[in-house]
């Protein structure tokens, strides 16, 4: 934990953002050099214009390949795009734009100016999956998009991602397609006839699309904003300084809300946010040290909220409880929307990460719910939510989404927003906080003690970590309980890419981590803090075993 975790950053701190801006076009990528091509990770490409690993070269390269992407695909339709409040997001955004309509796609941006220009994650799942409802697989007009940002990353950095009709994040065959395509114009050189200023008349003008209208008048389909209404709560929500920061104000416009929009606005070096944990600037929900900005007003309000910068990322703050660890309070909202949706399918299941908290398992158990336990990335929970499979899917890193109250989707990628309302929900139909309800189920299911470590992993270590099987496994016990599973693919199939050992108290899992030399090893006791302790220890002993 760096010294100044949860203290306001000093000027050093803060990002150049006019040569960070000159850098996005003044640097030029090699390709040759790994750190410099382009990669899509679980969230997309991301880098920073000051290291050459987001540039103009980049996001030209990789807006010609999802053109050609689409074309390969059939999909002629519209392509919605939209930005977050990062520095390089929106030259980015006007890079994409400039390549996407010379290639001659029929471009969506969004039609909002000044703080009503910034568009959320779920906002263009959300559109994408309105223009799609009711239309073939093989539909020649469906919609994707594009989503410029980094998410919670640091001010300096920017990213992009694709989500394909689904709406949701794309698959490792769309991406990596596109990555090797991108990377083959980076080598080229043919990226800068593209990124090159167009003549005024391009083939296709962009259109412009209201993302925060339909957004917002949508949301009653998803959320109880009359019980918000009329239980006169008063809740806070801080965007954080991201894209949600209009949005705020429209929900308590549109609804009547007594709802108090927090911060000052937006901010591209985000000086107004308290240190991470590390001493470095993020938009963060679920940290602790970031959340600090908002602490102050924990007892003014019933239930203050806050949104990474493209709001898809949630964090809750209860009067009693202070906030929440994201674990907790997807519990709490599985077992709220299990209860007060009975519109939902009874066959459909609820969807969660492997590293997520088995507090989870026990609820959708006692809700006789089938429970999709899946790889870690959102991507994974997209199948289920678009064809009413699984009515929620959450990961431990606070992002999560889930259905309309018909059971029908309302965005396929992560939600802050929504999550964020349904704290208010949960409160005004219950008269409990959200971390009241989470105290109810420790009562009855037991209080999980939950962590992640990490450990050194060499390079060698981590590939053969990755590709274990469960045979590779012959330990009977786990921190002195008898192991009942052992498990190196998720219950949908998927690989999870390292190792998940249970037993009736206890779990961990392994993982290597991609950016680093170390594996990060999750553990949850429901024996208490100590004896997960011994799980961890125990853990580790058994991977290095494994892997000798």
Same mark, same amino acid.
């Given at each position: 934990?760096?010294?100044?975790?949860?203290?306001?950053?000093?000027?050093?701190?803060?990002?150049?953002?006019?040569?960070?801006?000159?850098?996005?076009?003044?640097?030029? $990528?090699?390709?040759?050099? /790994? =750190?410099?091509?382009?990669?899509? &990770?679980?969230?997309?490409? @991301?880098?920073? *214009? !000051?290291?050459?690993?987001?540039?103009?070269?980049?996001?030209?390269?990789?807006?010609?390949?999802?053109?050609?992407?689409?074309?390969?695909?059939?999909?002629?339709?519209?392509?919605?795009?939209?930005?977050?409040?990062?520095?390089?997001?929106?030259?980015?955004?006007?890079?994409?734009?400039?390549?996407?309509?010379?290639?001659?796609?029929?471009?969506?941006?969004?039609?909002?100016?000044?703080?009503?220009?910034?568009?959320?994650?779920?906002?263009?799942?959300?559109?994408?999956?309105?223009?799609?409802?009711?239309?073939?697989?093989?539909?020649?007009?469906?919609?994707?998009?594009?989503?410029?940002?980094?998410?919670?990353?640091?001010?300096?950095?920017?990213?992009?991602?694709?989500? $394909?009709?689904?709406?949701? /994040? =794309?698959?490792?065959?769309?991406? &990596?397609?596109?990555?090797? @395509?991108?990377? *083959? !114009?980076?080598?080229?050189?043919?990226?800068?006839?593209?990124?090159?200023?167009?003549?005024?008349?391009?083939?296709?003008?962009?259109?412009?699309?209201?993302?925060?209208?339909?957004?917002?008048?949508?949301?009653?389909?998803?959320?109880?904003?009359?019980?918000?209404?009329?239980?006169?709560?008063?809740?806070?929500?801080?965007?954080?300084?991201?894209?949600?920061?209009?949005?705020?104000?429209?929900?308590?416009?549109?609804?009547?809300?007594?709802?108090?929009?927090?911060?000052?606005?937006?901010?591209?070096?985000?000086?107004?946010?308290?240190?991470?944990?590390?001493?470095?600037?993020?938009?963060?929900?679920?940290?602790?040290?970031?959340?600090?900005?908002?602490?102050?007003?924990?007892?003014?309000?019933?239930?203050?909220?806050?949104?990474?910068?493209?709001?898809?990322?949630?964090?809750?703050?209860?009067?009693?409880?202070?906030?929440?660890?994201?674990?907790?309070?997807?519990?709490?909202?599985?077992?709220?929307?299990?209860?007060?949706?009975?519109?939902?399918?009874?066959?459909?299941?609820?969807?969660?990460?492997?590293?997520?908290?088995?507090?989870?398992?026990?609820?959708?158990?006692?809700?006789?719910?089938?429970?999709?336990?899946?790889?870690?990335?959102?991507?994974?929970?997209?199948?289920?939510?678009?064809?009413?499979?699984?009515?929620?899917?959450?990961?431990?890193?606070?992002?999560?989404?889930?259905?309309?109250?018909?059971?029908?989707?309302?965005?396929?990628?992560?939600?802050?927003?929504?999550?964020?309302?349904?704290?208010?929900?949960?409160?005004?139909?219950?008269?409990?906080?959200?971390?009241?309800?989470?105290?109810?189920?420790?009562?009855?299911?037991?209080?999980?003690?939950?962590?992640?470590?990490?450990?050194?992993?060499?390079?060698?270590?981590?590939?053969?970590?990755?590709?274990?099987?469960?045979?590779?496994?012959?330990?009977?016990?786990?921190?002195?309980?008898?192991?009942?599973?052992?498990?190196?693919?998720?219950?949908?199939?998927?690989?999870?890419?390292?190792?998940?050992?249970?037993?009736?108290?206890?779990?961990?899992?392994?993982?290597?981590?991609?950016?680093?030399?170390?594996?990060?090893?999750?553990?949850?006791?429901?024996?208490?803090?100590?004896?997960?302790?011994?799980?961890?220890?125990?853990?580790?002993?058994?991977?290095?075993?494994?892997?000798?």
């Amino acid at each position: 934990m760096d010294v100044r975790a949860g203290l306001l950053p000093r000027p050093e701190d803060l990002v150049d953002v006019d040569a960070l801006v000159r850098a996005y076009s003044e640097v030029v $990528p090699d390709p040759e050099v /790994p =750190a410099q091509r382009v990669v899509f &990770g679980t969230s997309g490409h @991301r880098g920073s *214009a !000051l290291t050459g690993s987001f540039n103009e070269a980049h996001i030209a390269a990789i807006a010609a390949a999802v053109a050609e992407y689409r074309e390969s695909q059939g999909i002629r339709g519209p392509l919605f795009i939209g930005a977050d409040t990062h520095a390089l997001s929106a030259p980015a955004e006007h890079t994409a734009v400039s390549v996407l309509t010379t290639l001659g796609v029929h471009v969506l941006t969004n039609a909002g100016q000044g703080d009503e220009a910034y568009v959320p994650t779920p906002a263009l799942s959300h559109a994408i999956l309105t223009h799609n409802r009711g239309r073939a697989a093989d539909d020649p007009d469906r919609a994707d998009g594009i989503i410029v940002t980094p998410s919670h990353n640091p001010p300096g950095d920017g990213g992009i991602k694709y989500n $394909p009709p689904h709406g949701g /994040p =794309a698959d490792t065959d769309a991406t &990596g397609w596109i990555a090797q @395509r991108a990377n *083959a !114009l980076l080598e080229s050189g043919e990226w800068w006839a593209l990124a090159a200023p167009q003549p005024p008349s391009a083939p296709v003008a962009p259109g412009a699309y209201d993302f925060l209208g339909a957004y917002v008048e949508g949301l009653a389909n998803a959320i109880d904003m009359k019980a918000i209404r009329e239980s006169g709560i008063r809740v806070a929500a801080h965007p954080l300084g991201g894209a949600s920061v209009a949005y705020w104000s429209a929900i308590r416009d549109r609804y009547e809300l007594d709802l108090t929009v927090l911060g000052a606005g937006v901010d591209p070096q985000f000086g107004f946010l308290h240190l991470d944990w590390d001493g470095k600037i993020r938009m963060d929900p679920s940290s602790a040290q970031v959340m600090s900005t908002v602490a102050p007003y924990r007892d003014e309000f019933a239930i203050v909220t806050g949104n990474d910068a493209d709001a898809d990322r949630h964090g809750i703050l209860t009067r009693d409880g202070g906030l929440m660890n994201p674990n907790h309070f997807l519990a709490v909202a599985i077992d709220y929307l299990l209860e007060h949706r009975p519109d939902w399918p009874a066959t459909a299941g609820v969807g969660k990460t492997l590293v997520s908290s088995a507090m989870i398992d026990r609820v959708v158990a006692a809700h006789g719910r089938r429970l999709d336990e899946v790889p870690v990335g959102f991507k994974w929970f997209v199948p289920g939510l678009s064809v009413g499979s699984v009515v929620f899917g959450g990961e431990e890193s606070a992002g999560a989404s889930f259905q309309r109250f018909d059971g029908t989707p309302w965005s396929t990628d992560k939600d802050g927003i929504l999550l964020c309302l349904l704290a208010a929900e949960i409160q005004a139909v219950t008269g409990q906080s959200p971390s009241e309800r989470y105290a109810q189920l420790v009562e009855r299911f037991g209080e999980p003690a939950y962590a992640r470590i990490d450990a050194p992993a060499t390079a060698e270590q981590k590939a053969r970590l990755s590709a274990l099987a469960a045979s590779d496994v012959t330990d009977a016990e786990l921190a002195g309980d008898p192991i009942t599973s052992i498990a190196t693919e998720a219950s949908n199939g998927a690989a999870i890419g390292g190792l998940k050992v249970s037993t009736e108290r206890a779990w961990f899992a392994a993982r290597p981590s991609g950016t680093e030399d170390v594996m990060k090893i999750y553990a949850e006791s429901f024996a208490g803090p100590n004896h997960l302790i011994e799980v961890q220890a125990a853990a580790q002993a058994l991977v290095a075993r494994v892997l000798s």
